[in-house]
Each structure stands twice: as structure tokens, then as C-alpha cells.
């Protein structure tokens, strides 16, 4: 079985530009959550999604969004970038959203904002 | 309040040493769930194990063992016969009733061949 996926795996943008990344789900999961890895702050909840909703969302300025497709798939935007929005973000997805279900986690994107 | 403490940032051993990474959890909610994960130089975080609350059974997988103990609040890694493969930055994380993954800051461990 496949394993998350992520597009792009590395990005460079510029201050103001805005960014959208993607994130595939394994194969039958329908939960998809989102997290930002800065070597200052950490690994940081960003938004969960389920079944095209967000059920769970993160202390992050309203710049960063998200939405999930029908088909589990997700994808997160950032508008107006800022140069402290540079990092690895991770998408991971469970099979449901049951308390305790295994997040497998994507490779990453590497956003660097310049 | 709820928090995963690792104070082990770095550590470096030699290899075939065995190695412990500690990790010990605040949390207030009596269902809650640990997880290890492995992120190699790649960027990837490696699912390695999961343990709820109710199950303080220590396991065992190949090299790898776990320790959980309820009492001290904490979730200790083991790494036997350590391995160039071992170098790595591990996690812990807890996840609990507002369903969200709340990650400890890491240990970096450099197995020196």
C-alpha cells in the first residue's frame, strides 16, 4: 500500500506570495492532519481534517487554511508569506479519527520563503 | 497542563552500545495514547509504536524496546546493539482528548561507527 504523499517536496517563494501544498492520504484513510516543523518552535498542529471538514485547527494566524476533497485528499494554503513561514510541513493521515488512531506521516515539504 | 518532556537533545554513543531516550508526559485525562516516531536525515516521521493508557505491558520489537510506566509518567525508548541506521532525531508524542498530536521536542542520536 502506498504511503502518504506530498507535493511539492521542496518549494522557494518570496514575501507576500502565497503557496499551496498538497497532501495524499493512504489508500482508505479519510483523516488528514497538518503540521509545521521549525527548528525554533518544534513540530506544531496546524488543522486536522475529516470528511471535507475541519474538525480541529491549531494556534496559527488565519494566513494558513486548509480544505480536504472528497476523495480524502488535502491541501494547505499559506497567502501572504512571511519569512518565519519557512519550514518542513508534514501531512499525516489515520484511518478514521477514532481518539489514538496512528498517524503515518508524508515526506514533507520544505518551504522556503526568502 | 498537557506537555511530552524530552530532555535528552543530543546524544552520541558508539555503536553496538545500547542507548535510552527518555520522554515523560503531563497530561490530565485518564484515556490518552504514546507514540514513538523516528524522523532519519530525510525529513519522513517513521511510525515505531503506539501504547494507550490502560496498557503498561512493555514491548519488545527486534533492537527496540519500550518501557511505560503509569507511576512515573513517563515512556523511555531502547535502543540495543545500537546501529549507524539508528542516527536519527526521535520524537515522542502524546495524543489526547482534543485529538491532536502533541509532540515533545526530540532527541538526536548519532551512533558513532
Known amino acids: 500500500k502506498a504511503g502518504v504523499t506530498q507535493t511539492p517536496r521542496y518549494l522557494i517563494k518570496t514575501r507576500g506570495q502565497q503557496v499551496t501544498l498538497s497532501c495524499s492520504p493512504i489508500?482508505?484513510?479519510?483523516?488528514v492532519s497538518w503540521y509545521q516543523q521549525t527548528p525554533g518552535q518544534g513540530l506544531q498542529f496546524l488543522f486536522e481534517?475529516?470528511?471535507?471538514?475541519?474538525?480541529n485547527k491549531g494556534n496559527f494566524p488565519g494566513r494558513f487554511s486548509g480544505r480536504q476533497f472528497s476523495n480524502s485528499r488535502s491541501e494547505m494554503n499559506v497567502s501572504t508569506l512571511e519569512l518565519g513561514d519557512s519550514a518542513l510541513y508534514l501531512c499525516?493521515?489515520?484511518?478514521?479519527?477514532?481518539?489514538?488512531?496512528?498517524?503515518?506521516f508524508g515526506p514533507g515539504t520544505r518551504l522556503t520563503v526568502l | 497542563a498537557q506537555k511530552v518532556t524530552q530532555a535528552q537533545t543530543e546524544i552520541s554513543v558508539v555503536e553496538k552500545e545500547d542507548v535510552t531516550l527518555d520522554c515523560v508526559y503531563e497530561?490530565?485525562?485518564?484515556?490518552?495514547?504514546l507514540f514513538w516516531y523516528k524522523q532519519p536525515p530525510s525529513g519522513e516521521l517513521v511510525f515505531l509504536i503506539r501504547r494507550n493508557s490502560f496498557d503498561e505491558q512493555n514491548e519488545i520489537s527486534g533492537r527496540y524496546s519500550w518501557n511505560f510506566q503509569k507511576s512515573t509518567s513517563s515512556f523511555n525508548f531502547t535502543i540495543t546493539a545500537s546501529q549507524v541506521v539508528d542516527s536519527a532525531v526521535y520524537f515522542c508524542a502524546l495524543f489526547f482528548g482534543n485529538e491532536k498530536l502533541t509532540f515533545g521536542t526530540g532527541t538526536r542520536l548519532t551512533i558513532i561507527p
Open positions: 499525516a493521515s489515520s484511518f478514521y479519527r477514532a481518539l489514538g488512531d496512528t498517524q503515518y
Open positions: 489508500s482508505g484513510h479519510r483523516s
Open positions: 497530561t490530565r485525562d485518564t484515556t490518552y495514547y
Open positions: 481534517y475529516f470528511s471535507e471538514t475541519q474538525r
